[in-house]
């Protein structure tokens, strides 16, 4: 089968998964959370979209960003990735975006519905996103890896330091500063490191270099409860996860659910639901709307304490 045609294969599975009635799936996925030893939560880009911050809708651009939409952009992901625009530009737009994304935007729903769900359980978050929304809900930080880093944070591009600073401060001031038509900022306004003057970077691991020591201080605790998980009724709650990143979270946690004896795959994916067929019967694929049946799980979660 070509690529293509397993994308085909996702969408139309997708397809029908998002038009069954999921209520006993969502109610087994309850049960089986309830009664798991170690529960694994892999969150990507599909949690976050689902309260709102999509970054390939054309809606979301219009209302978030409408002059981004006069430039000719069709989603914010299009706009932040133009080759064609100006250093400045570049720095602007992403001042805006991280505003809106990282500082500006509030707990989103499915967060805090997961957190209900979760109450009381043994749990450790793997995450790519890098708008903090985990934190921000109220999971615990010694209980959260985010191997990616922080949109928040800044580093140097040499680097002369292993120095990481918040950079909030530093955002707004772009943002003030700038052509709100445009989005080009003061070359003034563009960040340096504090040390040496070198132009500063994002401390996210899609750039380079990479100064890792902020984003591994949890890897340690992660890797000895990802294995400890290997002797335990397991869960594997995968949320919005795609084929971006997919050697983060969706490769491994098939392969684990497959690997452990005891262990089970909630996978709960608006594009992607489907598992491989040799772990079907260890898994849950729920479709649709993942903010929803997050928050129809949170009611059934209550209704069972």
Not at 65 to 78: E, N
Not at 261 to 272: G, K, Q, T, V, W
Request: hydrophobic share 35%; with cysteine; charged share 30%.
């Amino acid at each position: 089968m070509t690529y293509k045609e397993r994308m085909e294969a996702y969408t139309k599975e997708a397809k029908r998964l998002s038009h069954e009635d999921n209520t006993e799936k969502l109610k087994e996925a309850v049960r089986l959370i309830m009664d798991s030893e170690r529960l694994i939560i892999g969150g990507a880009a599909g949690l976050s979209a689902a309260g709102g911050m999509d970054f390939m809708s054309e809606k979301s651009l219009k209302k978030n960003f409408p002059a981004l939409s006069d430039m000719g952009y069709k989603t914010l992901w299009q706009a932040l990735w133009d080759p064609n625009r100006s250093e400045c530009q570049k720095w602007g737009m992403h001042a805006a975006e991280i505003i809106w994304a990282r500082f500006d935007y509030p707990v989103i729903k499915a967060y805090t519905d997961l957190l209900s769900i979760i109450e009381g359980k043994d749990y450790f978050v793997l995450t790519s996103n890098i708008d903090d929304q985990f934190y921000k809900a109220g999971f615990d930080p010694e209980r959260v890896f985010a191997p990616q880093d922080s949109m928040a944070h800044f580093q140097c591009s040499v680097p002369c330091c292993d120095d990481i600073w918040y950079g909030e401060d530093i955002y707004r001031r772009i943002y003030e500063n700038m052509d709100k038509k445009t989005f080009t900022c003061r070359p003034e306004d563009l960040p340096r490191c504090p040390h040496c003057g070198a132009p500063a970077i994002n401390n996210v691991r899609d750039f380079k270099p990479f100064i890792p020591k902020m984003v591994m201080k949890n890897k340690e605790a992660f890797t000895r409860y990802f294995n400890e998980a290997a002797s335990h009724r397991t869960v594997f709650l995968e949320l919005g996860v795609g084929f971006n990143s997919p050697g983060l979270i969706r490769h491994p946690f098939q392969r684990f659910t497959w690997l452990y004896p005891n262990a089970h795959l909630i996978r709960m994916n608006m594009e992607y639901p489907s598992v491989p067929d040799k772990i079907k019967d260890k898994s849950i694929e729920i479709g649709g709307d993942l903010g929803l049946a997050l928050e129809k799980m949170a009611a059934v979660r209550n209704d069972m304490t």
